[in-house]
């Protein structure tokens, strides 16, 4: 139990500015496991979210709490997966070639695709948020941060990682496995059934198709992942899953 909650606390740190201690000694092994913790952090950012939003309904018209509520999910990230998804559509962008796109990735600088990119996911997400009817808005708050982290554990394990030992990722994906994707899928499949009954294993399977064509696009693009394409990914997945309940909101 103590190693199982030593590697929930690795994966709240790496993905969120919660304190939660120092660690003195942190293996690449430990890492890898704590993959499968992804999507149950996920839970407890959508908790946050989810705090806020009732915070906020009393007080501010929905129009700005909902703007508030991704720059508070923003802070609570240190928008770590706005800044992936930014690179990648630098890199894909800008890159003629596959070492092009790679190497664009890298630079630490926002380029005018990326630049584009981040609004247009906003402005989506914003807008898919907002048009959510009150029934439904408190599971997909909480359900869209989940989809998200569930989304960097498929990748990590299903495609090749590119950088090598001084990437990111590069720990998680030499130690993840078919039991980090197992229990994440898991905990993505119990939180969406839990909030939405049958509809939210609907969106699950949905879903997994966004994250498998995701996949095989970025294959083709790179032949690989990266922590900027995992970051994208979990954007994209955030994206999906709003709209996903959108959809079947309004059947």
Known sequence: MIKLLRELRLAVAFLTRLPVGAFPEVSPAQLGRALAFF????????????????ALAGLLPRAVGD???????????????????????????GGRDREAALRIMKDSSIGAFGAVGLILLLLVKYQALLALPAAV????????????????????????????????GAA???HAGARELLLA???????????????GV???????????????WIRRQLGGVTGDVLGASAELLEVASLLLVLVLSKA
Do not use: N, Q, S
């Not at 999507?39 to 009732?54: E, H, I, N, Q, S």
């Not at 508030?68 to 690179?87: E, I, K, S, W």
């Not at 609907?202 to 095989?216: E, K, N, Q, S, Y």
């Open 137 to 168: 808005k408190l599971p997909a708050l909480l359900l869209m941060p989940v989809a998200g982290r569930w989304a960097p554990v498929l990748l990590t394990v299903t495609v090749p990682y590119l950088r090598g030992p001084e990437g990111t």
């Open 202 to 216: 609907l969106i699950c399977g949905g879903l997994a198709l966004v994250a498998a064509a995701f996949g095989w």
């Open 67 to 93: 703007a508030l509520l991704l720059a508070l999910l923003a802070l609570l990230t240190g928008a770590l997966h706005l800044d992936g998804f930014a690179d990648l559509c630098d890199g894909v962008g």
């Open 172 to 174: 998680f994906a030499a």
């Open 39 to 54: 999507p149950l952090v996920g839970l407890l950012l959508g908790g946050g979210l989810a705090a806020g939003d009732a």
């Open 185 to 199: 899928t898991l905990t993505l499949l119990a939180v969406a059934a839990g909030l939405l009954h049958w509809e």
